[in-house]
């Protein structure tokens, strides 16, 4: 186990690649020796991102009716939820969100909206002021806009946008199962997209959806291919009303073996933990650093509550590691 562990730590940090069989092998000898696996988890972050922690808190800026049928979804408009409905915040309002992330420690903040994409020119607007907003009180603006055109990207980038968020949510092969109201080539190319534009890009997905070990790590290798900076890693929290309220939920150690493989197969990227977090890791969250992790959403989520953010920054110095100044 140890030389198994070892040789392939060896060759994430050498070489940045483990093969999609490699990183099962890992997870099937990591289920016997999970700390092992963490270890070296710990050892390739440390590697590559040192003892830095990096904190960014989102606002839901446009709520509900959704037309894409994601099975996961509290804002889709094909399903009966409590998720709150309402147009796009106003400039000043989100500002006001991000000023108050940043006051808590974070230092990127992403405005994000529902529906497949923007579409008229007076929300454009309102985002691109936005954006200059968050710029001048120190944060660096996020966005998490649906589908991208080559000309929004760039004009997102003209704005000041730092980095553009737009998750695969699963692998090419599962997509099937979570989504039918897009195609997964269209999620792709908008990360795509976002990278042409000199924009940074923060894509992931959500686990736990009923998915195998091995969509984790075909999702993984696709993240891979397409070069992302940013990797969030969201653990489903099944939502009455949508059509996976009942599946049941994943291991804290399936979880924490994810985040490792992840390290694993994603070495010099941010791993961010996000959605779900205190929910399904409860009290063995810590161990999630300790696996891979170097980011963490921090704060509400889009629809569900969070953790204030000082519990997080007491996490991160209780293990010894340091937050990413701005």
Known sequence: MTSLFDTLADRAIATKDISGKDALELYEVGKKDPFGLFARGSRIREHFKGNSVNLCGIVNAKSGVCPENCRFCAQSAHYHTDAPVYPLMSADEIAAKGRTAR?????????????????????????????????????????????????????????????????????????????????????????????????????????????????????????????????????????????????????PMEILLTVALYRFILPNKDIKLCGGKEKNLRQLLPLAMVAGCNSLLTGNYLTTLGRDTSADLEMIRDLGMVPEMR
């Open 103 to 251: 006051q808590g420690g974070a230092h990127m903040f992403s405005i994000v909206t529902s529906g497949t994409r923007i579409e008229t020119e007076a929300e454009w607007e309102t985002i691109y002021r936005a954006i200059g907003m968050l710029s001048a009180m120190g944060l660096k603006p996020c966005g998490s806009l649906g589908m991208l055109s080559e000309e929004t990207a760039l004009n997102l980038k003209k704005a000041g946008l730092y980095r553009y968020h737009h998750n695969l949510e699963t692998s090419r092969s599962f997509f099937d199962n979570i989504c039918s109201t897009h195609e997964y080539d269209e999620d792709t190319a908008t990360v795509r997209i976002a990278r042409a534009a000199g924009l940074t890009v923060c894509s992931g997905g959500i686990i736990g959806l009923g998915e195998a070990m091995e969509h984790r790590i075909e999702m993984a290798m696709t993240l891979r291919e397409l070069d992302v900076d940013s990797v969030p890693i969201n653990i489903l929290n099944a939502i009455p009303g949508t059509p996976l309220e009942n599946t049941p939920a994943l291991t």
